[in-house]
């Protein structure tokens, strides 16, 4: 009789405990929406405030530098300062708010920089210091060729993207978590960027008699540039539909996550960038391959994503189109690489002209001209390596590419590899048609360096407690 007693305060205990998970579950789920409901009109604020939009970011940077110095603040918090910086970025380039144009990868950079240091995280991942210290000889020829201040600017614009790189692997190295501290990291990503969606969808709707041609779209754009918006849209996609397929959710959750993936799709789309889309689909296509080992499961995960494609397709594509007067499916017909295929082939060609130090960092840009006729940007983060740095460039490439490889094979779980694999390739798939204007694909990038940790079942402390309870009972009785 005494022992029975225990075993009843077990299951006593482990409903409580069910219990309390569920009502956690459901506060931060309430808490979710309402940050992504407040944020879609301070998207608004930040167009509309003029110079006092400064607030945003200064509030942000300010909680994330706050985070950083303090010691008893974990870097897996730090971590969402961080995220969220990066995801907001290209929200405050769209709204024109008064700061540097580097501030998204210089801040994050910053951020992280003062938490590794105030918590004596001071040893540098071997790999990617070799890649950004082969980009340094090529600065030597940029101070020859530009003066001073145009070479700070250009030195600026082409290296803060694989220093932020540097960094971020550095700072998502000391970082371990659990596969919801990594869905956590996730939103801090997506509320942002559902605020970008949201945006464009108002002026898209607000702006009238929009020409729809058969080049990207600045008015269902916010007013910026669509490569940008629509590459970060894509994220939101990746980000979506990875923690649908990869994470355990409730359903309400599920409807969250699904409903931002087809917003994100729309407007990506409606951007006429095909970029964004792209990247995230390559990417997702990677996930699938690498998270399922099990048939079943694969089906059972598979089905939902299946659903949320054939709505996509049988309902909102189809609306757009109509709105569109039928650009946009004739937009996603086109197999043109609007110059970029040209500006890569004469990257090789400069490439081979200064196959030891490259050209310069920055001078690729009139360097063109011999070979295509005119001047041209970068949009291949790859061809520009090559052609500026030259021989040093192909060691930096290989170098990310080494990354890749370790950080693969040291992953222990299903969930980390296809993380890897994903976020590595999403995060390529943006430097191939973007270069790295943003600083969402080296921040990805850096990502893959989490370590993720293999959950483990584990019995709940309650029922711990109870059943050291009834064997003291036992003992006592006995």
């Given at each position: 009789?005494?022992?029975?007693?225990?075993?009843?305060?077990?299951?006593?205990?482990?409903?409580?405990?069910?219990?309390?998970?569920?009502?956690?579950?459901?506060?931060?789920?309430?808490?979710?929406?309402?940050?992504?409901?407040?944020?879609?009109?301070?998207?608004?604020?930040?167009?509309?405030?003029?110079?006092?939009?400064?607030?945003?970011?200064?509030?942000?940077?300010?909680?994330?530098?706050?985070?950083?110095?303090?010691?008893?603040?974990?870097?897996?918090?730090?971590?969402?300062?961080?995220?969220?910086?990066?995801?907001?970025?290209?929200?405050?380039?769209?709204?024109?708010?008064?700061?540097?144009?580097?501030?998204?990868?210089?801040?994050?950079?910053?951020?992280?920089?003062?938490?590794?240091?105030?918590?004596?995280?001071?040893?540098?991942?071997?790999?990617?210091?070799?890649?950004?210290?082969?980009?340094?000889?090529?600065?030597?020829?940029?101070?020859?060729?530009?003066?001073?201040?145009?070479?700070?600017?250009?030195?600026?614009?082409?290296?803060?993207?694989?220093?932020?790189?540097?960094?971020?692997?550095?700072?998502?190295?000391?970082?371990?978590?659990?596969?919801?501290?990594?869905?956590?990291?996730?939103?801090?990503?997506?509320?942002?960027?559902?605020?970008?969606?949201?945006?464009?969808?108002?002026?898209?709707?607000?702006?009238?008699?929009?020409?729809?041609?058969?080049?990207?779209?600045?008015?269902?754009?916010?007013?910026?540039?669509?490569?940008?918006?629509?590459?970060?849209?894509?994220?939101?996609?990746?980000?979506?539909?990875f923690s649908l397929i990869a994470f355990r959710n409730d359903r309400k959750y599920k409807i969250y996550l699904a409903l931002s993936a087809i917003f994100f799709a729309a407007q990506s789309v409606m951007t006429f960038s095909r970029g964004g889309i792209y990247n995230a689909v390559g990417a997702l296509l990677l996930v699938v391959l690498f998270e399922f080992g099990d048939p079943l499961k694969a089906t059972k995960r598979l089905v939902p994503i299946a659903i949320l494609i054939m709505l996509f397709f049988v309902l909102v594509f189809p609306y757009l189109n109509?709105?569109?007067?039928?650009?946009?499916?004739?937009?996603?017909?086109?197999?043109?690489?609007?110059?970029?295929?040209?500006?890569?082939?004469?990257?090789?060609?400069?490439?081979?002209?200064?196959?030891?130090?490259?050209?310069?960092?920055?001078?690729?840009?009139?360097?063109?001209?011999?070979?295509?006729?005119?001047?041209?940007?970068?949009?291949?983060?790859?061809?520009?390596?090559?052609?500026?740095?030259?021989?040093?460039?192909?060691?930096?490439?290989?170098?990310?590419?080494?990354?890749?490889?370790?950080?693969?094979?040291?992953?222990?779980?299903?969930?980390?590899?296809?993380?890897?694999?994903?976020?590595?390739?999403?995060?390529?798939?943006?430097?191939?048609?973007?270069?790295?204007?943003?600083?969402?694909?080296?921040?990805?990038?850096?990502?893959?360096?989490?370590?993720?940790?293999?959950?483990?079942?584990?019995?709940?402390?309650?029922?711990?407690?109870?059943?050291?309870?009834?064997?003291?009972?036992?003992?006592?009785?006995?």
């Amino acid at each position: 009789m005494v022992a029975a007693k225990p075993m009843n305060n077990t299951l006593l205990h482990q409903s409580t405990a069910r219990s309390a998970l569920r009502w956690k579950s459901k506060s931060n789920f309430r808490l979710l929406i309402a940050i992504t409901l407040l944020h879609f009109p301070i998207g608004l604020l930040d167009y509309y405030l003029g110079s006092a939009a400064i607030i945003h970011p200064a509030a942000v940077f300010g909680v994330g530098i706050y985070w950083a110095w303090q010691r008893k603040v974990r870097l897996e918090r730090v971590a969402l300062a961080v995220g969220y910086l990066v995801g907001v970025e290209i929200l405050w380039r769209m709204a024109q708010v008064p700061i540097f144009w580097e501030f998204g990868k210089y801040g994050s950079a910053a951020i992280m920089i003062v938490a590794l240091v105030r918590r004596h995280r001071r040893k540098i991942p071997v790999l990617p210091l070799v890649y950004f210290a082969a980009l340094l000889p090529a600065c030597v020829l940029t101070f020859i060729q530009f003066d001073l201040s145009a070479a700070r600017d250009t030195l600026s614009f082409n290296l803060s993207g694989p220093f932020l790189l540097l960094i971020s692997c550095w700072f998502f190295s000391n970082i371990k978590v659990q596969p919801q501290g990594l869905k956590r990291l996730f939103e801090a990503y997506t509320v942002p960027l559902l605020t970008v969606a949201f945006v464009t969808l108002f002026f898209t709707v607000a702006i009238q008699d929009i020409q729809f041609t058969d080049e990207s779209n600045f008015a269902t754009s916010g007013g910026f540039g669509p490569n940008q918006v629509s590459a970060m849209l894509g994220l939101g996609v990746f980000l979506t539909v990875f923690s649908l397929i990869a994470f355990r959710n409730d359903r309400k959750y599920k409807i969250y996550l699904a409903l931002s993936a087809i917003f994100f799709a729309a407007q990506s789309v409606m951007t006429f960038s095909r970029g964004g889309i792209y990247n995230a689909v390559g990417a997702l296509l990677l996930v699938v391959l690498f998270e399922f080992g099990d048939p079943l499961k694969a089906t059972k995960r598979l089905v939902p994503i299946a659903i949320l494609i054939m709505l996509f397709f049988v309902l909102v594509f189809p609306y757009l189109n109509d709105f569109t007067g039928g650009g946009l499916q004739a937009r996603f017909e086109d197999t043109q690489t609007t110059h970029r295929a040209e500006i890569v082939e004469s990257d090789v060609d400069i490439f081979l002209e200064h196959p030891i130090f490259g050209v310069g960092v920055g001078s690729a840009y009139s360097e063109r001209q011999e070979f295509l006729g005119f001047k041209a940007a970068s949009h291949t983060e790859f061809s520009r390596l090559i052609s500026e740095h030259g021989m040093f460039g192909l060691i930096a490439i290989f170098c990310l590419i080494a990354i890749v490889v370790t950080r693969f094979r040291r992953s222990r779980s299903r969930l980390g590899r296809a993380f890897v694999v994903g976020a590595a390739a999403w995060a390529a798939l943006f430097m191939l048609n973007t270069g790295m204007r943003l600083a969402a694909p080296a921040a990805v990038f850096g990502m893959i360096s989490i370590t993720i940790a293999t959950p483990r079942r584990r019995r709940n402390v309650y029922a711990i407690r109870a059943a050291r309870i009834g064997q003291m009972r036992r003992e006592l009785a006995a």
